[in-house]
């Protein structure tokens, strides 16, 4: 057994974290959050040490971290041996991966977060980074828990505002670690970009394979070795941003927007909405309407 899996829905992070809607968390007390055994996790957890020292194994390599010094753990990732001094602090963001692929669609990273963070787990920031990372983080305590209709909007786009900070950061380190691209990333790259200027998106995996001059099987095992998905939740993904704009911001009626997605039918187009959104499309449409009765659709 490689250890005890831990998520955001865990009753000792829910009861320490500052905010968790169970895609997003933040906290800074580690106090009832034990890691004297392997643990396993399956989201993002990114710390910054603002005070004390703490060391701990990242999938068999061990780190020692004080003041200014992150800790990057993406899913799957082990850890063990976790010791922090009595006067340890941090700042804590706990993101699942499917939050993650959201913001990297916002900001158009293709995956250059998520592969950066498997190869540096450590990293340590200059006082002006660290600067920048308490504001960010102060800044979403604050409006996490603010009263605002536009909530879940305005954490959205302070986490994109923060991964392209973030990137400054890890730009400096990767021009002292020049790495070149493996043909696997390239392949990746080359789907997501693919995938990203169709439209309508065309929802077979052999398609993709096809344009990329691959076969679905080795298309799905670089998929899966560098996002850890399927690349047909990946094509999932980008399929229900394309919905949720739609329904979201046109007038188009449910049939219109069935076609123009080049669903068969109305009724395949309503169950893969209500596989994806938990919904019908008509009853996504009101909730939204219902949550921003202002808004205007086109």
């Not at 340890?88 to 692929?101: E, L, P, R, V």
Request: with cysteine; net charge neutral.
């Amino acid at each position: 057994m490689i250890g005890e899996k831990k998520d955001l829905n865990d009753p000792k992070i829910i009861n320490t974290a500052t905010y968790n809607d169970g895609n997003l968390a933040l906290w800074d007390d580690w106090g009832d959050i034990k890691l004297d055994k392997t643990i396993q996790t399956s989201f993002f957890a990114i710390v910054l040490c603002t005070q004390g020292q703490a060391s701990i194994d990242i999938d068999g390599n061990p780190y020692t971290a004080e003041r200014g010094d992150l800790f990057v753990c993406t899913p799957d990732s082990i850890l063990n041996n976790a010791l922090m001094s009595s006067d340890f602090k941090c700042h804590c963001i706990g993101i699942t991966a499917d939050y993650i692929q959201r913001i990297v669609m916002m900001t158009n990273n293709n995956w250059d977060v998520r592969l950066f963070f498997e190869r540096h787990p450590f990293m340590s920031l200059s006082s002006d980074e660290v600067e920048e990372f308490c504001h960010y983080y102060n800044m979403l305590c604050r409006k996490a828990v603010q009263p605002s209709k536009y909530r879940k909007e305005i954490i959205d786009g302070l986490i994109a505002a923060f991964f392209y900070d973030m990137r400054s950061a890890m730009d400096r380190l990767i021009q002292t670690t020049p790495r070149p691209f493996t043909s696997g990333e390239h392949l990746f790259k080359s789907f997501i970009d693919l995938l990203i200027s169709m439209y309508p998106k065309n929802r077979r995996v052999n398609y993709y394979a096809d344009r990329l001059h691959v076969t679905p099987k080795y298309l799905a095992a670089v998929c899966k070795s560098i996002a850890k998905e399927s690349p047909s939740h990946l094509i999932d993904l980008y399929m229900v941003k394309d919905i949720e704009y739609l329904l979201t911001h046109t007038s188009k009626s449910i049939k219109e927007i069935a076609i123009e997605l080049d669903f068969p039918t109305l009724s395949f187009f309503g169950k893969y909405v209500r596989q994806h959104l938990g919904v019908s499309p008509r009853a996504y449409r009101e909730e939204v309407r219902k949550k921003h009765p202002a808004d205007k659709q086109a």
